[in-house]
Nanobody, 118 residues
Framework: QVQLLQSGGGLVQAGESLRLSCAASGRIFSDDFMGWFRQAPGKQRDLVAS????????YIADSVKGRFTISRSSAKNTVYLQMNSLEVENTAVYYC???????????WGQGAQVTVSS
């Protein structure tokens, strides 16, 4: 089974940028989805962005559109979340996850804390 290892995260000031990485062990198929979720304290875990293994289908949540970008490196089997112009409201634990086409998000990374200070 695929395992996901996250890196990145940390403490930044509002307006700054961060990049999260999620490296997958094992094969990612072209129609698999890799996604980034976030969960703020007391709130549900929400999908922020997703991308297929082929890179063709990309989803970005309206709340971060224009500031966050998802991309992937097939050579490194890694998905990235570039977060620009961060806002205090973006503070959360960010998780990467993977699902097959038509399947559930059933493999998760360990999570990374992103804290944005004013």
């Amino acid at each position: 089974q695929v395992q996901l290892l996250q890196s990145g995260g940390g403490l930044v000031q509002a307006g700054e940028s961060l990049r999260l990485s999620c490296a997958a062990s094992g094969r990612i198929f072209s129609d698999d989805f890799m996604g980034w979720f976030r969960q703020a304290p007391g709130k549900q875990r929400d999908l922020v962005a997703s991308i297929t293994g082929s890179g063709v289908n990309i989803y970005i949540a309206d709340s971060v559109k224009g500031r966050f970008t998802i991309s992937r490196s097939s050579a490194k089997n890694t998905v990235y979340l570039q977060m620009n112009s961060l806002e205090v409201e973006n503070t959360a634990v960010y998780y990467c996850a993977i699902r097959s086409a038509g399947g559930l998000w059933n493999v998760w990374g360990q999570g990374a804390q992103v804290t944005v200070s004013s």
